[in-house]
């Protein structure tokens, strides 16, 4: 059983370009959840994916986009970057719990993205 | 809205010695309670889950307890070693809701 992946590890772009970011999620698991988190804070959600459809979004741009694959992989996608896109990306698969709440997250090692 | 909060930011303690860690959250309709671990650059790695009906989990020197009516969580650390210097980040999963909501972290420091 293989653990939660992201590639790359660091990416380096400039303002106003575009980046996308890749997740591939632990064997089984059918959601897909993003997190962005600044120097010193803790990680804050971006948005879930299930079966392949958005299923909640946090307080962040119509800009940071996603989208889930059959195999359950991921991608996040950003555009039109700014400096406080800078940050790390984080990851996580589970499968729900009960009650239609989140199950186990399990995270992968984050991509590491600096906006200049 | 959830509100997770961890105090104190930094702690440095020697070696050997036991410690505490805090975490408070607004809301006590948590599903469940998890605490991580990060080193820096680093992702997450999950040390315990406490689910609501729970009190406590222990793993080797970890014990995490849950009191939801306080609105409160502690990790216990026993025996302090070098290799706990990390941050260590408290998160809650909220009834019917998609997300973990986490913890600004606390900086821990094991001095030799």
């Known amino acids: 059983e293989t653990g939660v992946t992201q590639s790359p590890t660091h990416l380096i772009k400039t303002r106003g370009q575009q980046v996308t970011l890749r997740c591939s999620s632990q064997s089984g698991h059918n959601t897909v959840s993003w997190y962005q988190q600044a120097l010193g804070q803790g990680p804050q959600f971006i948005f879930q994916?299930?079966?392949?459809?958005?299923?909640g979004r946090g307080n962040f741009p119509p800009r940071f986009s996603g989208l889930q694959f059959p195999n359950y992989s991921s991608e996040l996608n950003v555009n039109a970057l700014e400096l406080d896109d800078s940050a790390l990306y984080l990851c996580?698969?589970?499968?729900?719990?009960?009650?239609?709440?989140?199950?186990?997250?399990?995270f992968g090692p984050g991509t590491r993205l600096t906006v200049l | 809205k959830q509100e997770v909060t961890q105090i104190p930011a930094a702690l440095s303690v020697p070696e050997g010695e036991n410690l505490v860690l805090n975490c408070s959250f607004t809301d006590s309709a948590i599903y469940n309670l998890q605490w991580f671990r990060q080193d820096p650059g680093k992702g997450l790695t999950s040390l315990l889950l406490?689910?609501?009906?729970?009190r406590e989990q222990t793993s080797g020197r970890l014990n995490a307890s849950l009191d939801k009516s306080s609105g409160r969580s502690t990790l216990y650390i026993a025996a302090s070693q070098p290799g706990d210097s990390a941050t260590y980040l408290c998160a809650v999963a909220n009834f019917g809701n998609e997300k973990l909501t986490f913890g600004t972290g606390t900086r821990l420091t094991i001095i030799p």
């Open positions: 996580a698969s589970s499968s729900p719990g009960t009650s239609g709440s989140l199950g186990t997250q399990y």
């Open positions: 406490i689910q609501s009906s729970q």
């Open positions: 994916y299930y079966r392949e459809e958005e299923n």
